[in-house]
């Protein structure tokens, strides 16, 4: 997976219409839609607003009353063949009197995208996991200094009759964590 370093926008004219094509990373669909909103106030009197937010559990899309299928599947395409994440891709649609047909309008909202783009600085996304383990309380600092040699971060701590850490770290480097911990702390290392 990748993400965007920045936004990028770049902008087309097809048969009188400008198409102006923007591409941000966000981090949720709250963030989105008030970037969406500054974009309408940003770009006032256009047709169309069309969008595609691409976002952990918060994905969705609008045609903002194009044809069906002709704004936000080829935007959403463009998006997914070049595998981002965490991205809002918006194309701004000033009607130019010229009717473009639905694969005219297909083409033009898929390039829009494509080209902003093109101009994007993409950098590579490493999946995360946030496993918890349970140990003893003697156990606690050994791996806490385990977890820091792995990179991993402590998210959450609970006691009780023992010690419950939530960390975040690298999907790739679980195996080799619990590997490492569980021989470290002679199998008193229970995930939860």
Not at 8 to 36: C, D, H, N, Q, W
Not at 66 to 73: I, L
Not at 104 to 127: C, D, F, I, M, N
Not at 138 to 145: G, N
Request: with cysteine.
């Amino acid at each position: 997976m990748y993400a965007l370093a920045a936004p990028v926008e770049t902008e087309l004219e097809i048969k009188k219409s400008r198409f102006i094509g923007i591409v941000m990373p966000v981090a949720s669909r709250e963030a989105a839609m008030r970037e969406l909103d500054a974009l309408r106030v940003r770009y006032p009197n256009a047709t169309h607003y069309c969008w595609v937010l691409l976002c952990e559990g918060a994905s969705g899309f609008d045609d903002d009353g194009e044809p069906g299928g002709t704004a936000a599947k080829p935007m959403y395409n463009v998006l997914m063949h070049k595998e981002l994440a965490n991205v809002l891709a918006v194309v701004v649609r000033y009607y130019g009197g010229i009717k473009l047909g639905a694969g005219g309008l297909t083409r033009a909202y898929g390039q829009a995208v494509s080209e902003a783009l093109k101009l994007a600085t993409l950098t590579a996304v490493e999946p995360m996991a946030e496993p918890s383990y349970r140990c003893s309380f003697a156990h606690e600092a050994p791996l806490r200094r385990i977890a820091e040699r792995h990179a991993a971060t402590v998210l959450d701590v609970s006691y009780d009759d023992g010690v419950t850490l939530r960390l975040s770290l690298k999907a790739r480097d679980v195996d080799a964590f619990e590997a490492d911990a569980t021989e470290a702390l002679s199998g008193g290392l229970e995930r939860v």
